[in-house]
């Protein structure tokens, strides 16, 4: 699934990389030029289309990715594959990315057997209720997100309610188990959008007012609760839970239509000083 791909059928394709020597892989930092860095979620997607490519027929489970340094748009990265324990339906694995000659990215990541995971965990936490439908979506009101650094992969629509900041989320190209993209690297990629501004919002709501977020991910966690994954609208909620000015805690979730449970994932984000509103770090990257 990983060798072989030259031509990308579909704009997701830029998410999986190359295979050139054992259980390393190259990619090309996928970033639109003119953005100052680079999506995290991205990142942990290329991630989790390596590990799966050296442990076929094995899905993600979980993974905690820690962002060490700024990956920079179209940047050459090599990630690095490392099993720290391969049982016979479960895998540990560790990938790291470096870019130029620092490690940008390490993560440890759970893979198990793709029959276990089918529905393992949505049917006792899932809300089991259907949720709103995406076509009804609040088309007045402003998603008050810059996506520009990740629209050309994924589409975005304002979800009804006033608390956990929701949305409606979707990739811009099939996702499947027939798709060259592996889907819970998808899934973990869609939790990852927008948490560094709720956390701004959260820590500095007066700020908040007249400025862009200026943060970073520090650490991203995530759990994949289905292996059921509807190409359809996600419903993304997140909310702070802990933190001060300075260091926030995030939690995301990620639900069907239907009203099960897809993902559940918390990311650390640091915060810096204000920037005007001309200005700052993408509210999208991680």
Do not use: Y
């Amino acid at each position: 699934m990983i060798e072989g791909v030259s031509v990308p059928e579909s704009p997701l394709e830029v998410l999986i990389p190359q295979r050139h020597e054992g259980n390393r892989f190259r990619a090309t930092a996928p970033c639109p030029p003119a953005q100052s860095r680079v999506f995290g979620g991205n990142l942990i997607a290329l991630m989790v289309n390596a590990a799966s490519a050296v442990h076929p027929g094995r899905v993600l489970r979980s993974a905690q990715a820690h962002f060490l340094a700024p990956v920079a748009p179209e940047e050459e990265l090599e990630l690095a594959v490392h099993t720290v324990r391969a049982g016979r339906r479960s895998a540990t694995v560790a990938v790291d990315v470096t870019g130029g000659r620092s490690r940008a990215v390490t993560a440890m990541l759970n893979l198990g057997a793709e029959e276990e995971s089918d529905g393992l965990m949505a049917e006792t936490i899932g809300r089991g209720v259907t949720i709103d439908d995406p076509a009804d979506h609040r088309a007045d009101v402003p998603l008050e997100l810059d996506t520009s650094s990740i629209d050309q992969w994924f589409s975005f629509k304002r979800a009804h309610g006033e608390t956990d900041h929701p949305m409606w989320v979707r990739a811009k190209a099939p996702v499947n188990r027939e798709s060259a993209v592996v889907p819970e690297a998808i899934l973990a990629a869609l939790t990852d959008i927008g948490l560094v501004r709720v956390a701004w919002l959260a820590a500095r709501p007066t700020e908040a007012a007249h400025s862009l977020p200026a943060g970073t991910s520090a650490q991203h966690s995530v759990w994949i609760h289905s292996a059921t994954i509807p190409d359809d609208w996600l419903l993304l909620r997140a909310a702070a839970f802990a933190g001060n000015p300075h260091r926030v805690l995030v939690r995301a979730t990620l639900e069907a239509r239907a009203g099960d449970l897809l993902a559940t994932a918390v990311q650390e984000v640091r915060l810096r000083t204000s920037l005007n509103s001309t200005t700052g770090i993408d509210p999208s990257a991680g």
